[in-house]
């Protein structure tokens, strides 16, 4: 590994972790190449490049988020089991790749916009892990003031956080119009997952942004399996990439941060150059079941759960990488989950000891810009006073 | 003869509730470059009812866009536009075919800014002709200002005249809320002598205030769009019997307007509600359950009353169509009822 003969890796199979060594002086490289999965292609001439070349810097970022959102998910659950969450929560462990790919890929004055499987992105587009933890739990501190939990938690040029399958669909669509109406040259991301894609309302995004030529990419994010139901069972033809029909696509390997990454770059590329929208299918995988009340387990075996952890975990696989061409060594990498363990240890303190929202705030923002006015509460005697 | 001041009086204009309309989106269009229309067949058309005629002429394509038959897809995309900034007017034929989109406009319209805590506003208008028309029966009839006006979040007017449609499409276009706006295709055509502030660009009615359109000591008549021309038409009749009306026109569904539906109540201390939409759960029922609630329960000497459309799909033979929407002669024998005559 510290061999003389340094220089560039090019490394596309997942190699055993590093064993610890002592390294005695830092001489770390300041960047790798890589190789990258070549993205299947729909109506495309060309597709992302094959290789990529990662900082250190970045790969020390992307590291960072990617094992801060893993244990922000766990902690979600940990959460849940106690019951300090309730309702619905639909974690994204597993899929980190994508949500930290994805923004890798885009400008922050880019817009995203999901489902409700989204805490994942609520932090790779600037929510806090303790403004994220404490809506869960329902605080005042929460990022929606405890009044939208899970799946409706929204930041600047993040459109949430979306409960109804597909909706989001022609939402992002229509942010992406907003783009080109502003002419500002960006874009907007719009996920679904394998199961939203059978919602008609898809197609009908699908039409319009390709008519309109609106810069909308349209992000799949296959994890196989719609709830319970597998993707075999629920689609006629599951090559999501290639369901826009006459809009062009590719199918990318969801696993691979680096993957994701130029995945992205390319299509958010092609939408910003006036061409139209383009449908992106990431392949990807959920550890947790559908949300906290399915254990996961009676429509897919632990074994196959167990089998995508070995071999294709996101963060195993950019450890190694990063180890492997010594971008940073494992007791760095090591270092940062500790931090890591300890941010979101105290977020959840906070998520844990912050106030519920005050109850004369019950009937606050439900019209914006309007003056006060009385709510009614569960009787004609409860009344509740409604600020913008 | 007393020489005339400097005052010069503009002869009173005709202005039918169209005309009106597409005044107030043109004006909103001028005033704002926020604000666009999309809809099926508003722009190279002139709009299926020719409410948006000659926008698209003025405006062209980026303002005024043409969509598929595609509700659910084109009331999203109004929506994603008004979170991204804009300040969309999404039109739908008519409001039955807002039932395609109805998750959009409740799930993601109107319930968003509370969800998010006052971070994301909606700034969209959703507008289209609700209610009975003639002879299109049952899937093309009903009237959706119970549906919309059940749920917090939304604001849901519904114009009777050309004043009316004016003064409220230019306040919903200016409003940074989701706001539905009801309007009525037998109305349209119809002439109102418009009043020289309506000329005005800045010409407002402010949501949430009903007008009192006549004065009267008798009975208290509440209604909402075009029932309201019945409701002053039964008016007149009564007045030669000696019964005179106050006449209210909502203007507003939600946020209703109550307190001047109490106070007309407490002066002439009976009560009828006229709509269009059925009876079951309607405006009319929650203006009586409101007034049962506050001050004016008191002051009735009768039972509120209501009249409504008939608890019917609408059906398509003129004498059953007839007979399905209130006429003037069920509205004049509601208030005799009412007042014990």
Same mark, same amino acid.
């Given at each position: 590994?510290?061999?003389?003969?340094?220089?560039?890796?090019?490394?596309?199979?997942?190699?055993?972790?590093?064993?610890?060594?002592?390294?005695?002086?830092?001489?770390?490289?300041?960047?790798?190449?890589?190789?990258?999965?070549?993205?299947?292609?729909?109506?495309?001439?060309?597709?992302?490049?094959?290789?990529?070349?990662?900082?250190?810097?970045?790969?020390?970022?992307?590291?960072?988020?990617?094992?801060?959102?893993?244990?922000?998910?766990?902690?979600?659950?940990?959460?849940?089991?106690?019951?300090?969450?309730?309702?619905?929560?639909?974690?994204?462990?597993?899929?980190?790749?994508?949500?930290?790919?994805?923004?890798?890929?885009?400008?922050?004055?880019?817009?995203?916009?999901?489902?409700?499987?989204?805490?994942?992105?609520?932090?790779?587009?600037?929510?806090?892990?303790?403004?994220?933890?404490?809506?869960?739990?329902?605080?005042?501190?929460?990022?929606?003031?405890?009044?939208?939990?899970?799946?409706?938690?929204?930041?600047?040029?993040?459109?949430?956080?979306?409960?109804?399958?597909?909706?989001?669909?022609?939402?992002?669509?229509?942010?992406?119009?907003?783009?080109?109406?502003?002419?500002?040259?960006?874009?907007?991301?719009?996920?679904?997952?394998?199961?939203?894609?059978?919602?008609?309302?898809?197609?009908?995004?699908?039409?319009?942004?390709?008519?309109?030529?609106?810069?909308?990419?349209?992000?799949?994010?296959?994890?196989?399996?719609?709830?319970?139901?597998?993707?075999?069972?629920?689609?006629?033809?599951?090559?999501?990439?290639?369901?826009?029909?006459?809009?062009?696509?590719?199918?990318?390997?969801?696993?691979?941060?680096?993957?994701?990454?130029?995945?992205?770059?390319?299509?958010?590329?092609?939408?910003?150059?006036?061409?139209?929208?383009?449908?992106?299918?990431?392949?990807?995988?959920?550890?947790?079941?559908?949300?906290?009340?399915?254990?996961?387990?009676?429509?897919?075996?632990?074994?196959?759960?167990?089998?995508?952890?070995?071999?294709?975990?996101?963060?195993?696989?950019?450890?190694?990488?990063?180890?492997?061409?010594?971008?940073?060594?494992?007791?760095?990498?090591?270092?940062?989950?500790?931090?890591?363990?300890?941010?979101?240890?105290?977020?959840?303190?906070?998520?844990?000891?912050?106030?519920?929202?005050?109850?004369?705030?019950?009937?606050?923002?439900?019209?914006?810009?309007?003056?006060?006015?009385?709510?009614?509460?569960?009787?004609?005697?409860?009344?509740?006073?409604?600020?913008? | 003869?007393?020489?005339?001041?400097?005052?010069?009086?503009?002869?009173?204009?005709?202005?039918?509730?169209?005309?009106?309309?597409?005044?107030?989106?043109?004006?909103?269009?001028?005033?704002?470059?926020?604000?666009?229309?999309?809809?099926?067949?508003?722009?190279?058309?002139?709009?299926?009812?020719?409410?948006?005629?000659?926008?698209?002429?003025?405006?062209?394509?980026?303002?005024?866009?043409?969509?598929?038959?595609?509700?659910?897809?084109?009331?999203?995309?109004?929506?994603?536009?008004?979170?991204?900034?804009?300040?969309?007017?999404?039109?739908?034929?008519?409001?039955?075919?807002?039932?395609?989109?109805?998750?959009?406009?409740?799930?993601?319209? %109107?319930? #968003?800014?509370?969800?998010?805590? *006052?971070?994301?506003?909606?700034? +969209?208008?959703? &507008?289209?002709?609700?209610?009975?028309?003639?002879?299109?029966?049952?899937?093309?009839?009903?009237?959706?200002?119970?549906?919309?006006?059940?749920?917090?979040?939304?604001?849901?007017?519904?114009?009777?005249?050309?004043?009316?449609?004016?003064?409220?499409?230019?306040?919903?276009?200016?409003?940074?809320?989701?706001?539905?706006?009801?309007?009525?295709?037998?109305?349209?055509?119809?002439?109102?002598?418009?009043?020289?502030?309506?000329?005005?660009?800045?010409?407002?009615?402010?949501?949430?205030?009903?007008?009192?359109?006549?004065?009267?000591?008798?009975?208290?008549?509440?209604?909402?769009?075009?029932?309201?021309?019945?409701?002053?038409? %039964?008016? #007149?009749?009564?007045?030669?019997? *000696?019964?005179?009306?106050?006449? +209210?026109?909502? &203007?507003?569904?939600?946020?209703?307007?109550?307190?001047?539906?109490?106070?007309?109540?407490?002066?002439?201390?009976?009560?009828?509600?006229?709509?269009?939409?059925?009876?079951?759960?309607?405006?009319?029922?929650?203006?009586?359950?409101?007034?049962?609630?506050?001050?004016?329960?008191?002051?009735?000497?009768?039972?509120?009353?209501?009249?409504?459309?008939?608890?019917?799909?609408?059906?398509?033979?003129?004498?059953?169509?007839?007979?399905?929407?209130?006429?003037?002669?069920?509205?004049?024998?509601?208030?005799?009822?009412?007042?014990?005559?």
């Amino acid at each position: 590994m510290l061999a003389a003969a340094v220089s560039r890796v090019l490394s596309g199979v997942t190699q055993k972790p590093a064993s610890r060594v002592l390294v005695a002086s830092c001489n770390y490289s300041n960047d790798a190449m890589f190789a990258i999965k070549k993205c299947d292609l729909y109506r495309l001439e060309e597709g992302p490049p094959v290789t990529t070349v990662l900082t250190r810097e970045d790969g020390l970022k992307y590291y960072r988020m990617m094992q801060t959102v893993r244990r922000m998910e766990l902690k979600a659950d940990q959460l849940y089991k106690q019951k300090f969450i309730r309702g619905f929560c639909h974690l994204c462990d597993g899929q980190e790749a994508c949500s930290v790919g994805l923004e890798a890929g885009i400008n922050p004055t880019d817009h995203v916009i999901t489902s409700y499987r989204a805490h994942g992105l609520c932090y790779t587009r600037g929510l806090s892990v303790r403004s994220i933890l404490a809506e869960l739990t329902g605080r005042r501190g929460g990022c929606a003031k405890g009044k939208g939990g899970s799946m409706h938690m929204y930041v600047k040029n993040f459109y949430g956080g979306n409960g109804i399958v597909g909706a989001q669909g022609p939402l992002g669509a229509g942010i992406a119009l907003a783009c080109k109406y502003k002419g500002n040259k960006e874009v907007c991301l719009t996920l679904y997952g394998d199961g939203a894609a059978n919602q008609g309302q898809i197609a009908e995004a699908h039409n319009m942004a390709a008519l309109w030529k609106l810069p909308c990419v349209f992000i799949c994010e296959n994890n196989l399996y719609g709830m319970g139901t597998p993707v075999e069972r629920a689609s006629a033809s599951t090559d999501y990439y290639k369901r826009g029909n006459f809009i062009p696509g590719l199918r990318v390997d969801g696993m691979d941060v680096l993957g994701v990454r130029e995945a992205t770059k390319f299509v958010a590329d092609y939408c910003r150059s006036g061409k139209g929208p383009i449908v992106m299918e990431l392949q990807t995988y959920r550890y947790h079941g559908h949300s906290m009340s399915d254990p996961g387990i009676s429509y897919r075996t632990r074994e196959e759960v167990q089998n995508v952890r070995k071999k294709s975990d996101p963060i195993m696989l950019l450890k190694d990488r990063m180890v492997n061409s010594e971008l940073a060594t494992v007791e760095e990498l090591k270092d940062i989950d500790v931090e890591v363990r300890k941010e979101v240890e105290d977020a959840a303190q906070f998520a844990l000891t912050d106030p519920e929202p005050p109850l004369e705030e019950l009937a606050h923002h439900i019209y914006c810009n309007t003056p006060a006015f009385e709510v009614r509460g569960a009787n004609q005697w409860i009344k509740f006073k409604s600020l913008s | 003869m007393a020489a005339v001041s400097g005052l010069v009086r503009r002869p009173l204009e005709q202005v039918t509730v169209r005309e009106a309309i597409n005044q107030g989106m043109d004006e909103e269009l001028e005033r704002d470059e926020k604000v666009f229309l999309l809809g099926e067949e508003v722009a190279q058309y002139d709009g299926a009812y020719k409410v948006s005629r000659g926008l698209w002429k003025k405006y062209g394509d980026k303002r005024i866009i043409d969509t598929p038959i595609s509700e659910m897809g084109f009331a999203g995309i109004a929506v994603g536009a008004a979170m991204a900034g804009l300040r969309p007017i999404c039109e739908f034929m008519t409001f039955n075919f807002s039932m395609q989109a109805i998750d959009q406009v409740i799930n993601s319209a %109107a319930k #968003t800014y509370y969800m998010s805590g *006052g971070f994301q506003s909606v700034p +969209i208008v959703f &507008r289209g002709p609700n209610g009975a028309s003639a002879g299109v029966a049952a899937q093309h009839s009903q009237c959706f200002a119970a549906w919309y006006g059940h749920c917090p979040g939304l604001k849901v007017v519904s114009p009777w005249n050309s004043e009316d449609a004016k003064g409220l499409i230019k306040s919903a276009i200016r409003d940074n809320n989701p706001v539905v706006v009801l309007e009525n295709e037998l109305m349209y055509g119809v002439p109102f002598e418009f009043p020289s502030e309506a000329q005005s660009k800045d010409f407002l009615i402010p949501i949430g205030k009903a007008k009192i359109e006549r004065q009267g000591t008798h009975i208290t008549v509440v209604s909402h769009s075009r029932p309201v021309g019945h409701c002053l038409e %039964a008016a #007149t009749v009564l007045s030669k019997e *000696g019964i005179e009306c106050e006449v +209210i026109n909502m &203007r507003t569904i939600r946020p209703m307007d109550i307190e001047t539906i109490e106070a007309s109540v407490m002066k002439t201390n009976h009560l009828i509600t006229v709509e269009g939409g059925w009876p079951q759960f309607g405006v009319g029922a929650e203006i009586c359950a409101r007034i049962m609630e506050g001050p004016a329960f008191n002051f009735l000497d009768a039972p509120a009353v209501r009249v409504t459309g008939a608890d019917v799909p609408m059906p398509y033979a003129k004498i059953l169509e007839d007979n399905s929407v209130p006429q003037v002669k069920d509205i004049i024998f509601a208030i005799k009822k009412t007042l014990n005559i």
